[in-house]
């Protein structure tokens, strides 16, 4: 189903409508739907989004608890504005946490990851002339939750998941150049991956995020 911000929710996965809310929201942000520093009013969020006031009040709550949002003058909510040296501080633990985990998921017969993140990498690659920026995005997050699943270390995965959601790139896809840059990465570590070279995988990634950080910079300092 689209709504009137143009996304959908195929690819959203949820379990109660206060989970799906937040999704929908939080997609919304780290899309460029709604940019860094803008008010976000209730009512029109629901209309935006096609979701229930409960649900998008209970989403607001959980938001403004991660950091995504915060709560502005006179009761009112906006994006969390871009902070260029928060961002550099997340990468760090961002690189530290996935490090590990790519680690344990190598250890833990990281060939067998290899196929699904070919079948990832592809799709992202199709979408090298498209604008579909929220299926880039979330095909994004596919590739590398695929990875660290395979550490088969909950902790840890909720620990990446938790420092990730905690500050978004905002609209990062739309970087000229940025999902090209990505889907070359992604098919470096795959390569590493696929030759059982830890090492490689790990250099890899860490080029990776290196690049997007650089890139995020770049977002960050062209809308402030």
């Not at 070359?184 to 995020?209: P, Q």
Request: one cysteine or more; hydrophobic letters at 40%.
């Amino acid at each position: 189903m689209m709504t009137r911000s143009g996304l959908s929710d195929e690819f959203i996965s949820h379990t109660t409508k206060r989970e799906f809310a937040v999704q929908k929201l939080r997609l919304a942000i780290e899309t460029g739907f709604y940019g860094p520093g803008q008010i976000l009013r209730q009512w029109q969020i629901c209309e935006d989004l096609d979701l229930g006031v409960t649900p998008v009040r209970e989403a607001i709550i959980q938001l403004c608890a991660s950091g995504l949002i915060e709560r502005s003058s006179h009761h009112s909510v906006k994006v969390k504005d871009i902070d260029i040296k928060r961002l550099r501080d997340i990468y760090h633990v961002r690189r530290l946490l996935e490090e590990e985990a790519i680690t344990l998921s190598v250890k833990n017969n990281g060939k067998a990851l290899v196929a699904p993140l070919k079948t990832i990498n592809r799709q992202m690659k199709a979408l090298l002339k498209s604008d579909q920026l929220e299926k880039i995005h979330l095909l994004d997050h596919q590739f590398h939750d695929t990875v660290f699943a395979g550490s088969h270390n909950a902790a840890l995965i909720a620990a990446i998941d938790h420092i990730k959601s905690s500050f978004s790139v905002y609209a990062l896809w739309k970087s000229p150049g940025r999902l090209a840059v990505s889907v070359d990465e992604h098919a470096r570590f795959i390569d590493s991956l696929e030759k059982g070279d830890l090492a490689g995988c790990v250099e890899a990634h860490r080029n990776h995020l290196e690049s997007g950080l650089t890139a995020a910079t770049t977002v960050a300092r062209t809308t402030a």
